[in-house]
C-alpha cells in the first residue's frame, strides 16, 4: 500500500474511535448540575427552616413581653403659683467702672491699698514724689511777696505824686505813670494769686484718691515708675453695690415690657446662673436703651441688683428673668412627659384597670407655656396624675405598668421660676431658647403664650 492511501484512511479511524466522547460529557455535566441544584435546594430548605424557627421564637418572646408590665417612673402633675417671664442673656457690668489715671508727670511712690480691697469715695490710694510741685509752690509764693514789695512802694510813690502834683511840682504825667506802675504790680499780684492755686493743685494732683466706692483691681503700674499725666492706667475701680446688667430681647418684645414698666413702675427681673438652673439674685428693670439695634432687631436693656452677697461678678454671663404676670394655680409638669405625635401634644397618665394594676394611657394635653425642665397646661390632665417621665418610649395604649417614683427636676423650676410665655416641644424634650443675640453667642430665648402666638 503506498503512503498516499495511509495517509487519507488514518482520520477515518480516529474519527470513530472519538465519536462516542461528547456524549459521555453531556451525561457528566447532568449530573453534576443535578448535584449542585440539590445541595442548593438543601441549604435553602435549612435557611427557611431557620428562618420560620427564629420568628416562632420572637413571636413567643412578644407574646411573653406583651404580658409583663413595663417599668416606668411618674411623677404627679403639681398645681402650684408660676411666673411668666421673658428670658434673655446678659451681662454683668459693674454699676460704675473707673480707670485711674494720674493727672500729673512724676514718680510712682509705693501705693496705699491691698489689691481687690474695697476702697471708698476719696480715699488715697497711690502718690507721685510731690517734691518737684512743692517747689513750685513755693516759688510762686516767693514771687507774690516779691510783687507786693512792690506794689507797695509803686502806691506810695504814687501817693507823693499826687501830693507834688496837687502842690505844682510834678507834672501830670509824672502823677499818671507812677499811678499806672502802681496798676501793674497789683495785676502782677493777681497773676502771683492763680499761679499758687494752680501750683496748689498740681501738689493736691500728687495724691491719688478713689473717685467712687467700689473694688480696686489689680495694679497696673509698679511703684518706682515714672508716670505720665492722663496717659498710664493705673488701677481700675469697679462698683459692685449695686451693680447692673445688660441684655437685648427681640424687638417684637419691647412694647409689653415698656407698657408694664410705664404702668407698674417697676419690673421685677431675676438672675439665674449661665445654666439656667440657680437664681443667683433679684432685681430691677432700670430702662431700655433710646433705639432699636438695626443689624440683630433687638433692644438693649438695662436691669439693677443689689448684690449685698457680691453673687453677681463683672463679665459674668446671666439669664435674665423678666417676670410679666404670675398664674396663681398652674398645672405644672415636668417637660419630659411632653411627647408628640400625629395628633399633636399627648402625656402618658397612669389609671387603675380593673383588676387592680396600673396601665398607661395616652392623653392629649394643651401647653400653655413651657421653660427649661417644666411645662404648665392649660387642659388635659388633674392635679395629683401621674404621668410617665421615663419609659414611654416602650409604652402602647392600656399597656400594663410598674411604676416608680422619679425625682422631682430641681433648680429654677423647683424655685417656682420656670415658667416663661410659651414654646414649642418635641419628643418630650423642653423648649429651645429663642435666637442667638448679643454677647455670649446666645440670645434672649422667650417663649410666649398660645394666645400670644
Known amino acids: ?5 495511509t495517509q487519507e484512511s488514518e482520520p477515518t479511524v480516529f474519527g470513530n474511535d472519538a465519536e462516542p466522547r461528547p456524549h459521555k460529557r453531556t451525561w457528566l455535566r447532568v449530573i453534576i448540575y443535578v448535584v449542585v441544584i440539590g445541595a442548593l435546594g438543601f441549604v435553602g430548605w435549612r435557611i427557611y427552616q431557620n428562618q420560620q424557627a427564629n420568628a416562632a421564637t420572637t413571636a413567643k418572646q412578644a407574646a411573653a413581653l406583651l404580658g409583663r408590665p413595663v417599668p416606668v417612673q411618674v411623677v404627679p402633675v403639681m398645681q402650684q403659683p408660676m411666673p411668666i417671664f421673658l428670658t434673655a442673656l446678659g451681662t454683668v457690668t459693674p ?3 473707673v480707670t485711674v489715671k494720674a493727672r500729673v508727670n512724676g514718680q510712682l511712690l509705693p501705693v496705699k491699698f491691698t489689691e481687690g480691697q474695697e476702697v471708698r469715695q476719696g480715699q488715697t490710694i497711690m ?21 507786693e514789695a512792690l506794689l507797695k512802694n ?3 510813690q504814687s501817693a507823693r505824686s499826687k501830693a507834688l502834683y496837687a502842690a505844682g511840682v510834678v507834672s501830670k504825667e ?9 496798676g501793674q504790680y497789683q495785676g502782677a499780684i493777681e497773676s502771683d494769686k492763680a499761679a499758687i492755686e494752680s501750683a496748689q493743685l498740681q501738689l493736691s494732683w500728687c495724691s491719688i484718691q478713689s473717685p467712687i466706692n467700689g473694688r480696686i483691681g489689680l495694679r497696673l503700674v509698679d511703684p518706682g515708675n515714672i508716670i505720665t499725666a492722663n496717659t498710664t492706667n493705673l488701677v481700675i475701680i469697679n462698683q459692685f453695690r449695686p451693680i447692673a446688667v445688660y441684655f437685648t430681647l427681640p424687638e417684637n418684645q419691647l412694647p409689653q415690657v415698656l407698657a408694664k414698666l410705664r404702668n407698674d413702675k417697676q419690673m421685677p427681673a431675676d438672675a439665674y446662673d449661665k445654666g439656667d438652673v440657680q437664681k443667683l439674685a433679684t432685681g430691677q ?26 453673687a453677681l461678678f463683672p463679665n459674668q454671663f446671666v439669664n435674665i428673668h423678666l417676670v410679666m404676670e404670675d398664674r396663681p394655680n398652674a398645672l405644672v409638669v415636668p417637660s419630659a412627659a411632653i411627647q408628640s405625635g400625629l395628633q399633636g401634644s399627648f402625656v402618658w397618665v397612669v389609671n387603675k384597670d380593673d383588676k387592680g394594676g396600673n396601665k398607661a394611657n395616652m392623653q392629649p394635653v394643651k401647653i400653655a407655656l413651657a ?14 396624675q401621674s404621668v410617665v417621665v421615663d419609659g414611654a418610649d416602650r409604652l402602647r395604649e392600656g399597656a400594663q405598668v410598674l411604676t416608680s417614683q ?7 423650676g423647683g424655685a417656682g421660676h420656670t415658667g416663661g410665655p410659651g414654646g414649642g416641644h418635641g419628643g418630650g424634650q423642653g423648649p429651645g431658647q429663642g435666637p442667638a443675640a448679643g454677647t455670649g453667642g446666645r440670645g434672649p430665648g422667650s417663649h410666649q403664650s398660645k394666645e400670644q402666638q
Open 1 to 5: 500500500m503506498s503512503i498516499e492511501s
Open 95 to 97: 454699676y460704675m467702672s
Open 127 to 147: 502718690e507721685i514724689d510731690p517734691k518737684p510741685y512743692q517747689a513750685a509752690l513755693d516759688q510762686a509764693k516767693g514771687t507774690l511777696a516779691h510783687d
Open 154 to 156: 509803686a502806691a506810695a
Open 174 to 182: 509824672s502823677m499818671e505813670a507812677d499811678a499806672a506802675a502802681q
Open 285 to 310: 428693670l432700670l430702662t431700655a436703651d433710646n433705639s432699636i439695634d438695626t443689624t440683630t432687631g433687638t433692644a438693649k436693656l438695662k436691669a439693677v441688683f443689689n448684690n449685698e452677697n457680691e
Open 371 to 384: 421653660q427649661g425642665q417644666m411645662t404648665i397646661l392649660d387642659s388635659g390632665v388633674t392635679p395629683n
Open 406 to 412: 422619679a425625682r422631682q427636676p430641681g433648680g429654677a
